[in-house]
């Protein structure tokens, strides 16, 4: 199965591309979708190039779904809002290649890649490149994207496998809904 991951950003986006068999992991392509040529009053403009740069990645490296990092709100809410407008560029060009979008947060891809939650930039940078076999570090956008595609490749297995277990969910029935516990 191929994985995209995709790290929104404003200014520049992470993509990363692996295939995953059984338990082998292997790089594909990774890189970034640069906004920083275009002034920061064209908004309009930059999620454009964000989109078209997305869906050229998904019609070169044809990946079976996608996954992408939650956003949440940052001490400046003007910047949070536009994040979150380069994030659902993002998502749109994905969902209109008809890919299945899976969100986890940062704090869920460096508990998946690193083994700890609050990892910074550098250890998700050297683990990647170590689950990877990569010959050098990738950058620290797209060496994200390649950790959310990872952390995929592990919670979609999981969730295959809750899926198929007979009785626990319900897969698809919409039975099952999630709520708050104690």
Do not use: W
């Amino acid at each position: 199965m191929r994985i995209l991951g995709v790290d929104p950003g404003l200014r520049t986006t992470g993509f990363g591309v692996i295939d995953v068999d059984g338990q082998q992991l292997s790089y594909v392509a990774s890189g970034t979708i640069s906004t920083m040529h275009l002034d920061s009053s064209q908004l309009p403009a930059r999620l454009k190039v964000l989109f078209d740069g997305v869906r050229e990645v998904v019609a070169r490296y044809q990946p079976a779904c996608a996954s992408i990092e939650i956003v949440f709100v940052n001490v400046n809410p003007q910047s949070t809002l536009l994040l979150g407008q380069a994030r659902g560029a993002c998502i749109t060009a994905l969902v209109s290649g008809d890919l299945p979008v899976a969100e986890y947060t940062a704090l869920q891809m460096k508990q998946a890649v690193v083994g700890y939650g609050r990892a910074d930039k550098s250890q998700v940078q050297e683990m990647v490149r170590r689950l990877l076999a990569l010959p050098g570090l990738p950058g620290p956008d797209a060496a994200d994207a390649l950790g959310l595609a990872i952390t995929h490749a592990h919670a979609a297995k999981a969730l295959a496998r809750l899926a198929q277990a007979d009785g626990v969910i319900g897969a698809g029935s919409g039975k099952y809904k999630a709520g708050r516990s104690r």
